[in-house]
């Protein structure tokens, strides 16, 4: 004889195993919404009076947000300090009457790798929480774009040409830039042809392809690309490293080279724009704060005993109505069928 207990779900019966217990879930209106804070990428928390547990799901989720933007807040922090560094080296160097200083190079990107590590490192559930431009990321994972040079539905737009792209531990694949298709029909092509490596492929205003990936497969790129066309956009034969040019720049891209006033003026530009991002960043965290703050106490004055109760008692319809059902299908198919019960189970299935 096959014994099998119900698991019951609104407006449905499943079956488990027997030495399983049935259960219960709530309906897909029960579930918990999140809305984005204007201005921000940061989310607000909302919550339903009638909901199930829902207080105490947004209270969860509320902590594990206020974790992750307070490592976000102290990563900012240190990443301000060593921008801070490296802006007065540079300062220090442009107003100084001689050759850029080897050490002065030196000293900055030992900066700029402390920024890399500290990035890096700033993870809340296995994900990081600063994307390359130093804006706060909470709510999904970090991803990067980029362009490889060359690589553009508007050139040479009258040839075909099979482009081979390896991707330095993502995969090799072959492009064909086929003539004879729209711009648009030719990137879905090749978007088609690098899904399977993790990559997605879009087009800019001014034909570039873009490729997108998460942020592990951009850093394991490593800069580069190695291309072979068949001579039209790319030479023929043997392959050709390129290095990918992100879109946008982060500050995790390259290093400083300071061998002019110029370079070391347009490096000092970019520093400023970095630490007016942090500023911005630090900013956001602080607002998003002040009303996570509010939201949680309004969950924690909506969580009582007679929410618990609520939930009790409604649970305790859903298994007495979806027991009924079952009883009502189990005799009706039984008077049906005249058969063993171990069928009529298997009959509902």
């Known amino acids: ?11 449905s019966i499943n079956f488990t195993s027997a030495n399983k217990k049935a259960a219960i879930v709530p309906s897909v209106a029960d579930k918990v919404d999140t809305k984005k804070v204007s201005g921000s990428e940061l989310k607000q928390l909302s919550y339903q009076q009638d909901g199930f547990s829902v207080s105490k799901t947004l209270l969860a989720k509320g902590q594990q947000q206020v974790t992750s933007v307070q490592i976000a807040q102290q990563a900012l922090s240190v990443v301000g300090r060593d921008l801070q560094a490296i802006k007065k080296i540079l300062s220090t160097e442009l107003i100084a009457q001689r050759v850029v200083s080897p050490s002065a ?5 030992h900066h700029l ?4 590590h500290t990035l890096n490192n700033a993870k809340s559930d296995g994900l990081r929480v600063i994307d390359a431009e130093l804006k706060v990321n909470i709510h999904r994972p970090i991803t990067r774009t980029f362009s490889v040079p060359g690589l553009n539905v508007q050139r040479q737009r009258e040839h075909s040409e099979l482009i081979k792209l390896s991707f330095p531990q993502l995969g090799t694949v072959v492009v064909n830039m086929d003539a004879k298709l729209s711009d648009k029909a030719l990137v879905s092509q090749v978007d088609r042809n690098v899904i399977p490596f993790g990559l997605r492929a879009s087009q800019q205003d001014n034909g570039d392809i873009l490729f997108r990936t ?3 497969g951009f850093q ?3 800069g580069k690309v190695q291309v072979i066309g068949q001579g039209h956009r790319y030479p023929a034969g043997q392959a050709n490293t390129l290095t990918i040019k992100p879109e946008p720049e982060g500050i995790e891209d390259g290093q400083f080279t300071l061998n002019n006033r110029e370079k070391i003026r347009d490096a000092l530009v970019q520093v400023n ?3 007016r991002q942090v500023q911005q960043s630090l900013d956001d965290i602080k607002a998003y704060q002040a009303s996570l703050a509010k939201q949680m106490a309004a969950a924690k004055a909506n969580t009582s005993l007679g929410d618990v109760k609520q939930v009790e008692d409604k649970l305790s319809q859903l298994s007495g109505a979806g027991n009924q059902q079952f009883s009502a299908t189990y005799r009706s ?3 049906q069928a005249n058969v063993h019960r171990h069928t009529v189970v298997a009959l509902l299935k």
Not at 1 to 11: G, K, L, N, P, W
Not at 113 to 116: E, G, R, Y
């Open 1 to 11: 004889m096959v014994t099998s207990t119900s698991e019951v779900r609104t407006q």
């Open 214 to 216: 998460n942020e592990e």
């Open 273 to 275: 724009q970095h630490l």
């Open 220 to 222: 394991g790129l490593e």
């Open 113 to 116: 790798d402390s920024i890399k």
């Open 333 to 335: 198919l039984a008077a």
């Open 105 to 109: 190079q030196n000293n900055a990107n």
